[in-house]
């Protein structure tokens, strides 16, 4: 196993914990976007590149934006001053 | 249950699942083995059907009912949320719509100098799937993100004007279709469903690998849409009435 696949693995597991301790719903997204984004490098790293594109479009493109569209209406519903 | 309980469960959980997971890759062959079965596959699937990328031609190909079934997962998926949320925007009056949030100037330009760039990049993923990583489903998100980013970039006029809700829609159903009639195709001309009955070309070329590059094309243009068109109407609910 080389250097740059440990770095990446340490990488995965810093970003998973972050994203479960993470609270505010929104900044949970965009950490879990990043955290989606280490594990394409992980996955680029050990060869799996088909792999590696479709985390980074589902994790930084499809959820992050279905979570945020999802928050900013329930926001606006709670709280109808706005 | 008590936070130290929790706590607990979760450590013993997971511990479980590492001692599992630590187990199951044990057994596996050393990375990079140069005569493992993957390594077999990759030169079957180069020989026979002339693909040069083997994760699609495992896809698209070997595996092809289940890619089938996958696509039209997201194709049902699409059409649900399509059909709940147009349900709930007939209510609302049109001019109660916003222009949404004010766009800071930033944005805007690398939006509009970002879209056209990303539109070639998906064509070019969703097009040499056969070749190189890629393939339909992660050039269409690329695609579909296009559409998003001319949104992020204010251009929200702009797609009200050319109605992408129509195109997504047809781009969407003529993907799902292609699949279904190539999958017919092979039941016609080759005597089983998804049968690679095309010419298989040279791999390495771009026309090359018979079915699987179209059966690419079709996914591509099948995500592009459904990807699209679950993004607009969420984009929609969160727009609707937030002028009230």
Do not use: C
Request: proline share 4%.
């Amino acid at each position: 196993m080389t250097v740059l696949q440990v770095v990446a693995l340490l990488g995965v597991a810093a970003g998973g914990t972050a994203t479960v301790l993470v609270r505010d719903p929104v900044r949970q997204a965009l950490v879990s976007g990043g955290f989606g984004l280490q594990l394409a490098i992980l996955f680029f790293v050990f060869q799996a590149p088909d792999v590696a594109m479709s985390e980074i479009v589902v994790a930084t493109v499809a959820v992050p934006l279905m979570v945020l569209l999802a928050l900013a209406k329930l926001a606006r519903d709670e709280d109808p001053s706005e | 249950m008590s936070r130290r309980a929790r706590t607990a469960l979760a450590v013993i959980v997971l511990a479980g699942l590492a001692a599992l997971a630590v187990w199951a890759v044990s057994g596996l062959l050393p990375f990079g083995t140069p005569s493992g079965p993957a390594n077999r596959l990759v030169r079957t699937l180069d020989h026979k059907r002339q693909v040069a990328n083997a994760v699609n031609g495992i896809t698209y190909d070997m595996r092809g009912v289940d890619t089938l079934g996958e696509e039209l997962i997201l194709f049902v998926a699409a059409l649900g949320s399509a059909v709940l949320l147009r349900h709930r925007r007939d209510d609302v009056e049109e001019e109660e719509r916003a222009a949404g949030p004010p766009i800071a100037d930033a944005l805007r330009v690398a939006g509009t100098v970002l879209v056209a760039p990303l539109i070639v990049l998906g064509a070019y993923v969703v097009g040499t799937g056969h070749l190189g990583p890629g393939g339909g489903f992660q050039g269409g998100v690329i695609l579909a993100s296009g559409l998003l980013l001319a949104y992020a970039a204010g251009q929200v006029v702009a797609l009200e004007r050319v109605e992408p809700t129509a195109l997504v829609e047809v781009a969407e159903a003529t993907g799902a279709m292609a699949y279904a009639l190539v999958a017919v195709g092979g039941l016609v001309f080759a005597g089983a469903a998804l049968e690679n009955f095309l010419p298989f070309g040279t791999s390495g070329q771009l026309l090359s690998s018979g079915t699987i590059v179209v059966l690419s094309v079709g996914v591509g243009l099948e995500v592009t849409g459904a990807v699209a068109l679950i993004l607009t109407e969420f984009l929609d609910q969160t727009l609707l009435g937030q002028g009230k």
